[in-house]
């Protein structure tokens, strides 16, 4: 014998519930193609080295600042999750972006800030194996950078 429930009808509670799925995945598939938005920098981020993508990005090259700090560890025991910091005391930085020479696409992150915003990211990178990770700030319509290097261990073991 069957109970009442919320569902009174088999039939309905599954095509109820294939809905609800099919809408949850209509909805991932939407945002899958958020890096084809327009104004996003596609073609930057698919560069293999940084002055490619750089050249894509800003259309001119940086020189380097000391009114930088680059957040990095020396040893990154896991590559996976590498966590980078950048910040700045330069004034009126419009963009943010970090790059890593060393794995398969240079250019790994790019921030777009608000003006009055505090020049400060965070993020977590995954790097291929031990490189520099270069941190590039725009402002007052020129470049400035700089650069650390990570070792990355294999296997998490710190050798």
Not at 63 to 71: F, P, Q, R
Not at 146 to 154: A, G, R, W, Y
Request: charged share 20%; proline share 6%; hydrophobic share 40%.
């Amino acid at each position: 014998m069957q109970t009442a429930g919320p569902f009174p009808n088999e039939t309905t509670r599954r095509a109820t519930l294939r809905l609800l799925g099919l809408l949850g995945l209509a909805g991932f598939a939407g945002t899958a193609h958020a890096a084809s938005a327009p104004g996003w920098p596609e073609d930057a981020f698919r560069q293999k080295t940084p002055d490619e993508a750089l050249k894509l990005l800003y259309g001119k090259s940086f020189e380097a600042s000391d009114k930088i700090t680059l957040d990095v560890p020396e040893i990154a025991e896991n590559g996976a999750v590498v966590p980078v910091a950048v910040s700045s005391s330069l004034p009126g930085v419009t963009r943010i972006s970090i790059l890593v020479p060393e794995n398969p696409y240079a250019l790994t992150a790019s921030y777009t800030l608000a003006e009055g915003t505090a020049a400060s990211v965070g993020c977590r990178l995954k790097m291929a194996k031990t490189s520099n990770v270069i941190a590039i700030v725009e402002s007052g319509g020129k470049l400035f950078g700089t650069s650390k290097e990570v070792k990355v261990t294999l296997g998490g073991c710190g050798g």
